[in-house]
């Protein structure tokens, strides 16, 4: 049995999902994966683990063939809309998918995909619905085994797919329902990635789960995201920091007598989440300041699920990312893996039923990823002050080493976006001949800066180990479709200069 489609058996009358104007019931939901679990397996009794590749636009036939996917005992390998096929294609070589389901606008892309493998392909219609008379009696599947294989880049280059099981899933939903108090009354919008962790765990398992109703946004639209706010359906609503400062950038652009309407809806929903990097103080003051609401901010990675978050009630740090989730264990760990005491800057390491099983074929790389005693290497680093977990950075783009003291970049980061002419920026170590390294700042401007003014300012904020040694000002920053800087192209940019 797969848990969160026996969950959804408790919610049958209740609208699971709205998408493109409809709304679908839970048991729309069961029947539907229930029929394309027979088309799936094609008269075998099992799939045993067979991989599933899919394309198919965010939407009630996403989670149907998901779903369906799950039930015929098969592990799910989402595939990203929007990125390169050479991306695509090296997925597919490296997962061997048998069967691949694709949306009907992007079927004639199924010969560029499939260019070195090949396997059964499946057309959807997304204007057509799917239903069986019969719910479909689902496998007695292991709660080991694989059900999902997601891919964390979206550059041409393949990294390590991450294979998550069905009990992975469970635990990680159970700690986030919980930690969040998530209701079947609560109404949330799907806006994140389909192909990524945050977006299929945190907003649609949980929504799905309690049954709560689960909206469906195709394509980012910052009026549609307002004027849903402003209809008063919403009561939970997630997004990255990406799509937080691209809203703060819209709301200008409302009319004023309908800003006061949203804000009045937007101040009475039930909570806001960030799922991405920390924002900076100063944005998340702007956001309070348009909806009313503090966001609670959290961290978490593809091969954990979500780790740590501020609470659901009490104080909400900025900067920080609070308390480990429900049953996830943290530590700071040193660089032989033993824990640290509070205040020891180490790298965060996780265990629990929420970390990820493996990566795809590739065993020496799982193994250099866990500690000898079973702990995952996040690679990121933090610390543990006042309580609560603050996250640093990644150890080789986040931390610069500088005459032997480790800097944060991103504690630089965070103040120097509070600077009312900074538009973006990041902080980057970059090679120097006197001093081994110096921290380099690289600011998108508003308003010409000059560098001095800006160690003036920098003065009273940060300690003067950390004030950057140079500045570097630039019409834009590289990032990744996930609105991630790439702070190596920038590190390879400036470090020729």
Not at 107 to 120: F, G, P, R, Y
């Amino acid at each position: 049995m797969i848990p969160i489609i026996e969950q959804a058996k408790n919610h049958f009358n209740r609208i699971a999902i709205y998408s493109s104007g409809k709304s679908y019931t839970y048991e729309q939901l069961i029947e539907s994966s229930g029929y394309y679990a027979k088309k799936l397996l094609n008269n075998k009794d099992d799939l045993r683990e067979e991989r599933v590749a899919f394309m198919v636009k965010p939407g009630f036939n996403y989670v149907m063939v998901q779903w369906g996917i799950w039930q015929a005992g098969g592990v799910a390998v989402p595939l990203d809309i929007n990125s390169p096929i050479e991306l695509l294609q090296n997925i597919i070589n490296e997962t061997k998918p048998l069967t691949l389901v694709i949306d009907k606008d992007f079927a004639e892309m199924v010969q560029s995909l499939l260019e070195n493998h090949q396997c059964k392909v499946i057309t959807i219609d997304t204007e057509q619905t799917y239903y069986s008379n019969q719910t479909y009696s689902d496998l007695n599947i292991d709660l080991d085994r694989m059900a999902l294989i997601l891919y964390k880049s979206d550059n041409i280059k393949l990294t390590k797919g991450v294979v998550i099981t069905h009990a992975n899933i469970y635990a990680q939903i159970n700690s986030l329902v919980k930690s969040l108090e998530w209701k079947k009354n609560d109404y949330t919008l799907s806006l994140l990635p389909l192909h990524q962790i945050q977006g299929i765990i945190d907003v649609v398992c949980c929504s799905l789960w309690v049954g709560a109703c689960c909206e469906f946004l195709f394509k980012f639209n910052e009026a549609n995201i307002f004027q849903t706010f402003g209809e008063g359906k919403v009561t939970l609503f997630m997004a990255d920091s990406n799509i937080y400062n691209r809203l703060i950038k819209f709301w200008n652009e409302i009319p004023y007598r309908e800003k006061l309407l949203i804000q009045e809806k937007m101040e009475h929903q039930r909570l806001m989440v960030n799922t991405s990097t920390l924002m900076s103080v100063s944005m998340l003051h702007k956001w309070k300041k348009i909806s009313g609401q503090t966001l609670i901010e959290r961290y978490g990675m593809t091969e954990t699920g979500m780790v740590f978050s501020n609470p659901l009630k009490g104080k909400r740090n900025p900067g920080y990312v609070g308390k480990p989730l429900p049953k996830v264990q943290v530590r700071i760990a040193d660089e032989n893996n033993k824990s640290i005491g509070i205040g020891s800057l180490g790298e965060i390491q996780v265990k629990g039923p929420n970390v990820f099983k493996m990566y795809w074929n590739k065993e020496q790389e799982t193994k250099d990823a866990f500690t000898k005693d079973g702990w995952f290497r996040t690679g990121d680093i933090g610390i543990i002050e006042n309580d609560n977990f603050k996250l640093l950075g990644k150890d080789n783009a986040d931390i610069i080493t500088l005459e032997g003291n480790k800097i944060s970049a991103l504690e630089i980061e965070q103040v120097l976006k509070a600077h009312k002419n900074i538009i973006d920026c990041s902080v980057i170590g970059l090679k120097d001949e006197s001093l081994g390294k110096v921290a380099c700042a690289i600011i998108v401007p508003k308003l010409p800066i000059s560098e001095n003014n800006l160690k003036r300012w920098l003065k009273n904020k940060l300690d003067s180990d950390k004030i950057p040694k140079k500045f570097m000002m630039i019409d834009k920053l590289p990032k990744n479709s996930s609105g991630k800087i790439s702070k190596g192209i920038l590190i390879k940019q400036f470090q020729e200069l």
